[in-house]
């Protein structure tokens, strides 16, 4: 463990990826013992306090194998009918190792337009969020079923990282057949140096992205250095670690070679950051004195203390909180649309279902997607 590092039981929320080479064999199929092990890891840090949420890949390898299909490249409908097919195997793997700890597992099926656009994302990560509330571990793989641009090389170690970044995890670890970041690809280079602490993504850095040489996964190092840019610059930190042995995540933590990138902030700085400065707000609510002393003291802010509503703005676009006299007082990311906002502005959150038809979110901006002027 280096000064810089911590202890993972120290990290609050924690996105573990896991490769296909690592869940698959080619002949066995699915690694039963080594997810146990997994499994017993996510128990422990479950424990000590901390959120867990799995981008597990594999769905397509586990597929193939119970289909029978060959180890060539796969025809894009074939992918299609592995994912099919892998997904529900997988799911029922990952249900039966974390319910021996008493642990629930909530299934999740993105694709990359799920977490950019806006009205796709607050839904996932409230669907993400519910579940952690409950103490259950969200296991996200991409909808290979119906993506088609996805399914190609590596897209589940960006999808990670943009996890990572949607929830406001600390950590982000990707676990494959690659133990971390070396200077050149060590099986092409024997003078390929190991770097088990890098301090920020340079140039130099992602020049040094290798391939992984696994037939089974998609994942290289250059998507993993991606992914690393995603993460560190949303204050998440990244660790690239070698899942072949079981119990890898406690290995890390005894002194396991992995390769830690630092982060830029924290998560909550640099996602206040983005709403308050990298987004143009396409709407304006006027508030009244109560709900502003709501909002400084750390509260979201209700219907009840709105009283008008201005602007075109879709639920997820950014508005503008200001007081009577026209000032500024925040920024946030809507939970309504500008008609919605509109009919149930002033009134009380126990109203809502009422008035739209629907049960709709408590808050018209919540607190984790506003930034206080």
Same mark, same amino acid.
């Given at each position: 463990?280096?000064?810089?590092?911590?202890?993972?039981?120290?990290?609050?929320?924690?996105?573990?990826?896991?490769?296909?080479?690592?869940?698959?064999?080619?002949?066995?199929?699915?690694?039963?013992?080594?997810?146990?092990?997994?499994?017993?890891?996510?128990?422990?840090?479950?424990?000590?306090?901390?959120?867990?949420?799995?981008?597990?890949?594999?769905?397509?390898?586990?597929?193939?194998?119970?289909?029978?299909?060959?180890?060539?490249?796969?025809?894009?409908?074939?992918?299609?009918?592995?994912?099919?097919?892998?997904?529900?195997?997988?799911?029922?793997?990952? &249900?039966? +190792?974390?319910?021996?700890?008493? !642990?629930? =597992? @909530?299934? /999740?099926?993105?694709?990359? %337009?799920?977490?950019?656009?806006?009205?796709?994302?607050?839904?996932?990560?409230?669907?993400?969020?519910?579940?952690?509330?409950?103490?259950?571990?969200?296991?996200?793989?991409?909808?290979?079923?119906?993506?088609?641009?996805e399914i190609r090389y590596g897209d589940n170690d960006r999808l990670a990282a943009r996890v990572a970044t949607m929830v406001g995890a600390d950590l982000l670890i990707l676990m494959s057949d690659i133990d971390g970041l070396y200077t050149a690809p060590p099986a092409n280079d024997p003078d390929a140096r190991f770097l088990?602490?890098?301090?920020?993504?340079?140039?130099?850095?992602?020049?040094?992205?290798?391939?992984?040489?696994?037939?089974? &996964?998609? +994942?290289?190092?250059?998507?993993? !250095?991606? =992914? @690393?840019? /995603?993460?560190?610059?949303? %204050?998440?930190?990244?660790?690239?670690?070698?899942?072949?042995?079981?119990?890898?995540?406690?290995?890390?933590?005894?002194?396991?070679?992995?390769?830690?990138?630092?982060?830029?902030?924290?998560?909550?700085?640099?996602?206040?950051?983005?709403?308050?400065?990298?987004?143009?707000?396409?709407?304006?609510?006027?508030?009244?004195?109560?709900?502003?002393?709501?909002?400084?003291?750390?509260?979201?802010?209700?219907?009840?203390?709105?009283?008008?509503?201005?602007?075109?703005?879709?639920?997820?676009?950014?508005?503008?909180?200001?007081?009577?006299?026209?000032?500024?007082?925040?920024?946030?990311?809507?939970?309504?649309?500008?008609?919605?906002?509109?009919?149930?502005?002033?009134?009380?959150? @126990?109203? /809502?279902?009422?008035?739209? %038809?629907?049960?709709?979110?408590?808050?018209?901006?919540?607190?984790?997607?506003?930034?206080?002027?």
């Amino acid at each position: 463990m280096t000064a810089s590092r911590k202890p993972l039981s120290a990290h609050k929320r924690i996105v573990i990826k896991i490769g296909s080479a690592l869940l698959v064999d080619r002949k066995s199929g699915l690694k039963s013992a080594w997810l146990d092990s997994l499994c017993t890891d996510i128990a422990a840090l479950k424990q000590a306090g901390a959120d867990v949420l799995v981008v597990s890949s594999g769905a397509i390898a586990l597929g193939r194998t119970v289909l029978g299909l060959p180890p060539a490249a796969l025809r894009l409908e074939e992918s299609q009918a592995a994912a099919a097919v892998g997904q529900i195997a997988l799911a029922r793997a990952w &249900s039966t +190792g974390l319910s021996t700890h008493g !642990i629930v =597992a @909530g299934q /999740i099926l993105l694709t990359l %337009g799920d977490t950019e656009e806006r009205r796709r994302y607050l839904n996932a990560r409230a669907t993400m969020g519910e579940l952690m509330r409950r103490k259950a571990v969200p296991i996200i793989n991409e909808n290979d079923t119906v993506a088609t641009s996805e399914i190609r090389y590596g897209d589940n170690d960006r999808l990670a990282a943009r996890v990572a970044t949607m929830v406001g995890a600390d950590l982000l670890i990707l676990m494959s057949d690659i133990d971390g970041l070396y200077t050149a690809p060590p099986a092409n280079d024997p003078d390929a140096r190991f770097l088990p602490e890098i301090e920020a993504i340079t140039p130099e850095i992602e020049a040094m992205a290798g391939d992984a040489g696994s037939e089974l &996964s998609r +994942g290289g190092m250059k998507t993993k !250095i991606d =992914a @690393g840019k /995603i993460a560190t610059s949303a %204050g998440c930190a990244m660790i690239i670690a070698s899942g072949k042995a079981d119990h890898p995540i406690a290995a890390i933590d005894t002194g396991a070679r992995s390769s830690w990138f630092k982060p830029s902030g924290t998560p909550q700085t640099a996602r206040k950051t983005w709403i308050a400065g990298q987004l143009d707000p396409s709407g304006r609510l006027v508030i009244d004195a109560g709900a502003e002393a709501a909002l400084r003291s750390g509260k979201s802010l209700l219907p009840a203390g709105v009283v008008s509503v201005a602007g075109d703005f879709q639920r997820g676009d950014p508005v503008a909180v200001c007081d009577a006299n026209g000032r500024e007082i925040a920024r946030g990311l809507s939970g309504y649309d500008a008609d919605e906002a509109r009919r149930i502005a002033g009134r009380k959150s @126990g109203e /809502i279902e009422a008035i739209l %038809g629907y049960s709709g979110r408590t808050a018209m901006l919540h607190r984790d997607d506003m930034v206080i002027s």
